[in-house]
């Protein structure tokens, strides 16, 4: 005769089905304030450890709560991030996650995720990043933020509003993702070549390099700027590229490549681009980043402890 399950477990597996619902959602609102893989996670586990011990019957609305829960600790450790990333060694560039698996990372929509967008959410305070990411990726309604946030409306309409015209006066219009793809393509094949004139034609006047090593060795630890030296960079040493298979991913909605020597990824690289040409090359470089970013597959189906 099979047991009943009592109260007890009747209630705790109602709590894993509803945190595994919205699990997706979490993490990408984690995810969006912080530009890191590994401490969106962290955030979700410890939303999932406090979602446990929460008296759960005086809950009203799990999702109100649990995304409320998210958000509070994004924005304290994204003020401790700060702090850290001010010792790291050139260039900080979101870590790159693999939206093949899933394209919109629980969000109802998919702004706010590009890298190029994240790292300018980057100049925005921690409460200001998560303002804009509640209200443009998931839709929140302002009074919703409001309570998550523990600000009044017009205080967060305030918000939003300032982030937007901040990152409107920070973005460029991006093409579309079969433009994209073209260009990246074009770029790739124009640097393995060396065609030094070929890279220029794609590049604007202003195209900056930005390379994520943290200190590794053959990363510039500054952005390089201009034209001719980011065309120059991607082709100053050929022993770069000998040897290299590249490999198509997906990354944050986007196309990108990872680059593979002896078997095993040595660096990641995308660009943002406008009708104007590639305005920005990104490359991550740091070990911990790219790793992060092949194994996101496993991480994602992280199992829930009871």
């Not at 095993?264 to 990104?282: D, E, I, N």
Request: charged share 25%; proline share 5%.
């Amino acid at each position: 005769m099979q047991r009943e399950p009592s109260p007890t477990e009747s209630t705790l597996e109602e709590a894993v089905s509803v945190f595994v619902e919205l699990r997706p959602r979490l993490f990408g609102i984690a995810y969006r304030v912080l530009g890191s893989v590994v401490e969106a996670e962290d955030v979700v586990q410890e939303v999932w450890l406090r979602w446990q011990k929460t008296d759960r019957s005086v809950v009203v609305s799990p999702v109100a709560f649990l995304s409320s829960t998210t958000t509070r600790l994004a924005i304290n450790v994204a003020q401790s991030a700060r702090v850290r990333r001010e010792t790291y060694i050139g260039p900080w560039l979101p870590e790159p996650v693999d939206t093949s698996i899933d394209p919109e990372m629980g969000a109802q929509r998919a702004e706010a995720l590009e890298l190029a967008l994240l790292l300018v959410l980057e100049k925005l305070s921690p409460t200001e990043r998560a303002a804009y990411v509640l209200r443009e990726a998931f839709d929140y309604a302002y009074a919703e933020i409001a309570e998550m946030l523990q600000l009044s409306l017009v205080n967060v309409r305030k918000i939003v509003s300032r982030a937007r015209r901040h990152l409107a006066a920070e973005q460029r219009e991006t093409v579309d993702a079969v433009e994209h793809q073209r260009l990246l393509d074009a770029f790739v094949s124009a640097a393995r070549t060396g065609n030094v004139a070929s890279l220029e034609a794609l590049l604007t006047p202003d195209a900056v390099s930005l390379s994520d090593g943290n200190g590794i060795r053959g990363a510039a630890r500054i952005p390089v700027l201009g034209r001719a030296r980011v065309a120059n960079l991607s082709t100053a040493c050929p022993r770069f590229w000998r040897g290299v298979h590249v490999r198509p991913v997906e990354a944050n909605g986007r196309s990108g490549v990872l680059l593979h020597r002896d078997g095993r990824p040595r660096a990641f690289l995308t660009v943002a681009a406008s009708h104007q040409g590639v305005h920005q090359v990104m490359w991550v470089f740091n070990p911990s980043k790219i790793s992060a970013f092949i194994g996101s597959r496993s991480r994602h189906t992280t199992a829930l402890g009871p």
